[in-house]
């Protein structure tokens, strides 16, 4: 069966062999499977901690969790009382459909609402629905955000909101780099001083590495990406998320992670879109659709 709801999971199985599971706690990407021209058996793509906690009681250390409608500590007076990151990643989402299943592909669509515990910590009305679409070789993520609100809720308001796809890319980290980068402008979040995690610089690179404790910011970034390696790489593009940030916590502060295996670190590159510096808006009665699509890179692209 190309679609299968297995004890809090939906498996999705492609006619050529890929393979994808996402948790409706979260509506976490934990799994995703894929194989290329050159090597056809479907393979891991992306990184999940076997230190992972995947009962439900906090987000999943790997694969691609939802951040929503903050990045980081929130900032908006609507998030003052959020955890870090929002709470898309730590809620059970429902499974509403499936969207497609055929040769080309196998899609389905999550959703999550207002409930009593949400609306006690963020009070506006919103409906986000999650659309995945499993290729041969290709996955893509839209997070569909609904301002459900009307005249006699929120007669002038908009719905602003952060959004990122935190996904964690099965990689060699001492020997990715990620492309095209150069000249766009970044924040280093690992600097000691405020100021300093303040302070706009332009990315020098042709090919950014994670050779040391990364956290970085890409501001109006080109959203398409190559994460490449010797031997392979995903492409990433994306619609409507203008920011991506590039993070690998390596030993310094990997280690300080419970839920992080000993030397995950070594295992992968995060390259997260999202819109993160500023708001997304979303008028009321409107949607906002943030997408991500990976890909299997077929042909050598490797930065020399």
Sequence with gaps: MPVQLLDGRVVLSHPKGAS??????????TSWKAGSHRDPQPSERLFLSSKAVLDGSKPVRGGIPIVFPCFGPPVHPEHSR??????????????????MDNDAGVSVRLTLEPTPEIAAKYNRPFHLAYVLTLA????????????????????TDNLEFQALFHTYILAPAGQVLISPLQNVRYYDKTAAAEEDRNLARVESRLGVDVLKFTDSVYEDAPQ?????????????KTNALKD??????????????????????ERFVCVEPGYVRGFA????????????????IQEERRIT
């Design 281 to 296: 808006k979303a008028e009321p009665g409107k949607t906002w659709i943030g997408q991500q699509v990976l890909s299997v």
């Design 20 to 29: 994808l599971e996402v948790l409706l706690f979260g509506a976490t990407v």
């Design 224 to 236: 398409k990406y190559d994460v490449t390696w010797p031997g392979g790489g995903l492409e990433i």
């Design 136 to 155: 041969e070789h290709q996955l893509s993520a839209a997070l569909h955000v609904t301002n459900t609100s009307t005249s006699a809720d929120f007669p």
């Design 82 to 99: 959020l955890p870090q990151h929002g709470f898309a990643r730590s809620e059970l989402w429902k499974f509403d459909s499936v969207v």
């Design 244 to 265: 991506v940030v590039i993070w690998n916590p390596q030993r310094d502060a990997g280690s300080r992670m419970a839920d992080m295996e000993h030397a995950g670190w």
